[in-house]
């Protein structure tokens, strides 16, 4: 997501990186502007992960907008949340600017998709942080 009141799903590159990186974002616009999608456009597409990769932001910033998701109605069904696989990434510095820093964004996307095959991309927790039960109970 590229950000969430409201919502809006990736664009640009973003579709395509998780697409390399061995996902499938069925609410990205490739090659296209991120678009203002309905809530219930997420809720339907039942995703396994969440990237909040929101335009401008760092991780502390995602994490105050990461609230307010968290109170949209029926946040709690995604598979998303009740699987612990959501993250906020630093999109400021890796996902919403192209340069250099893409080949991050695509490693940074591996780690969080597939990290057992990719275990070293899996440890940046500077650039993601997982969000785990712990973390949602503390807030």
């Known amino acids: 997501m590229e950000w969430v009141d409201p919502p809006f799903c990736s664009g640009h590159w973003g579709p395509e990186l998780v697409e390399i990186a061995g996902g499938h974002d069925p609410l990205g616009r490739e090659h296209q502007p991120s678009a203002q999608i309905d809530w219930q456009e997420v809720l339907d597409a039942r995703p396994e992960i969440i990237v909040l990769a929101l335009c401008g932001y760092n991780v502390d910033l995602v994490q105050r907008d990461y609230e307010l998701l968290r109170e949209f109605p029926g946040f709690d069904s995604i598979p998303a949340a009740r699987a612990d696989e959501i993250y906020l ?40 942080r997982r969000l785990t039960q712990h973390d949602l109970s503390a807030s």
């Open 89 to 128: 990434v630093n999109a400021s510095a890796y996902f919403a600017r192209p340069g250099p820093r893409i080949i991050d964004s695509l490693e940074i996307l591996a780690g969080i998709l597939h990290p057992k095959e990719f275990p070293e991309f899996a440890s940046r927790h500077t650039q993601a």
